[in-house]
């Protein structure tokens, strides 16, 4: 297997796969969740994203379901100390609030412990920027956790290029933890903003990347090829954005690049981005464990050509 990645400036080494928990409580129940999870593990991989908020989008949901779950099977195999766990703060929970001050950072990041049944959080985001709070009341807030042994290490998603720097410049100056590592939108789809507004930063501030969207909500897979295809899917609504000509254009490349490799699109596309020199590794979830083949991404070292041919595809 490929070997370990650092993230950015941290002493956090991973494999190049991330387990997405937002489908933990919402398409994958506890029981699949922890088959899931368990053939995770037991295949080597070792870095598991999740927030406070998922799954509140669910009917009868409150948000913690993904937290709780992943808390339930660590407490039930005690493998706590075989994967590093990536949280988030700042999405607005189910009554709406959303912050990132101090006080609110403090509480969540407890209200998140408790869930996870661990003390301390590997790496503990920003989900979505709050620019009515300073940066230096955000990252104050980190400083103390860190201090604490609560979290070791801070990133930022869903950020300004322009707050992203703001708050590692303040960082600096002020003495206070420096974000690490970035969880941008990016696949072969959704190019344009990751590269042209987020690269210059990560290239200058040694930062880490783990991108999110990997699988562009699916549509990377190349099983939704009309809208019908989309109808009763839950995700619907984002993928039929993809379904156009230039779409079509990554869907071909893709699957001529798959046959090459023997492998599926989904695959490929995991590959593409692993290989992109900025990503430290792509974030995907599954909703079955039987889904996980796509972990055999990280095996896939694609060709100058491989990779030529799916950037010309996917050119902006």
């Known amino acids: 297997m490929e070997q370990k990645r650092k993230i950015g400036n941290s002493e956090l080494y991973i494999r190049p796969f991330v387990l997405g928990g937002n489908v933990f409580g919402w398409t994958a129940d506890k029981k699949e969740s922890f088959r899931i999870l368990d053939a995770y593990i037991d295949a080597g991989f070792d870095f598991i994203d999740t927030a406070n908020v998922y799954s509140n989008w ?15 099977w660590i407490k039930k195999t005690g493998k706590r100390d075989e ?9 607005a929970m189910s009554d709406g609030k959303k912050s990132l001050k101090k006080d609110y950072i403090m509480k969540e990041a407890e209200a998140s412990l408790k869930r996870l049944n661990t003390d301390y959080i590997d790496l503990y985001f920003v989900h979505y920027d709050d620019t009515s709070t300073p940066v230096e009341e ?29 708050s590692l410049e303040s960082g600096r100056k002020n003495d206070l933890p420096a974000y ?34 990997s699988l562009a909500s699916g549509f990377l897979t190349g099983k939704y090829k009309t809208k019908t295809d989309l109808a009763d899917k839950q995700r619907g609504g984002k993928v039929e954005e993809y379904l156009n000509g230039r779409g079509e ?29 900025s990503v430290t590794a792509p974030i995907a979830s599954v909703s079955k464990h039987g889904q996980l083949d796509i972990l055999k991404s990280v095996d896939i070292h694609l060709s100058k050509e491989a990779m030529n041919m799916l950037n010309n595809a996917s050119s902006y």
């Open 58 to 72: 669910v009917p009868g949901n409150k948000g913690g379901e993904s937290e709780t779950i992943i808390g339930e």
């Open 138 to 166: 955000t990252l104050g807030a980190f400083a103390k956790l860190i201090e604490q042994g609560k979290v070791g290490y801070t990133g930022a998603s869903n950020m300004s290029p322009e707050r992203i720097k703001e």
């Open 249 to 277: 254009r990554i869907i071909k490349a893709l699957n001529e690049v798959a046959a090459m490799y023997n492998a599926t699109p989904a695959q490929i596309a995991l590959a593409w981005i692993k290989e992109r020199p």
């Open 180 to 213: 690490v590592c970035l969880e941008p939108a990016y696949n072969l789809y959704d190019r344009q903003a990751y590269e042209r507004d987020y690269e210059p930063l990560i290239e200058q501030y040694g930062l880490g990347v783990i991108s999110y969207y």
């Open 83 to 91: 994967i590093l766990i990536a949280t988030k703060v700042g999405a």
